[in-house]
Nanobody
Framework: QVQLVESGGGLVQAGGSLRLSCAAS????????MGWFRQAPGKEREFVAG????????SYTDSVKERFTVSRDNAKNTVYLQMNSLKPEDTAVYYC?????????????????WGPGTQVTVSS
């Protein structure tokens, strides 16, 4: 069965960095657009970043542009989210998701598979 497993979350001070990883199994990884979403307490899940199958195209929500970088290694079936200059408002559970598509969607409903999430907490 398909499994997505995030890792790399934790507690960090404002201005710090974290690198999230998402290891995928049970699917042909390079057939899937990969997305990162996050959900803060009391808020809806929101799109953070996405990367196309070959990694040639990426997309970010405005609030993380210039701070976050999404990448993938298709040989390792893994997608990454490098997060720099973290802010308290970045605190959330971060999820990776897979969508068999050609273009990056920002809609969570378009993604077929999800990981359980990893907590990121940024202290001020």
């Amino acid at each position: 069965q398909v499994q997505l497993v995030e890792s790399g979350g934790g507690l960090v001070q404002a201005g710090g960095s974290l690198r999230l990883s998402c290891a995928a199994s049970g699917l042909t990884f390079n057939y899937y657009v990969m997305g990162w979403f996050r959900q803060a307490p009391g808020k809806e899940r929101e799109f953070v970043a996405g990367i196309r199958r070959s990694g040639d195209v990426t997309s970010y929500t405005d609030s993380v542009k210039e701070r976050f970088t999404v990448s993938r290694d298709n040989a390792k079936n893994t997608v990454y989210l490098q997060m720099n200059s973290l802010k308290p408002e970045d605190t959330a559970v971060y999820y990776c998701a897979a969508n068999m598509a050609l273009v990056i969607s920002r809609r969570s409903d378009d993604y077929e598979y999800w990981g359980p999430g990893t907590q990121v907490t940024v202290s001020s």
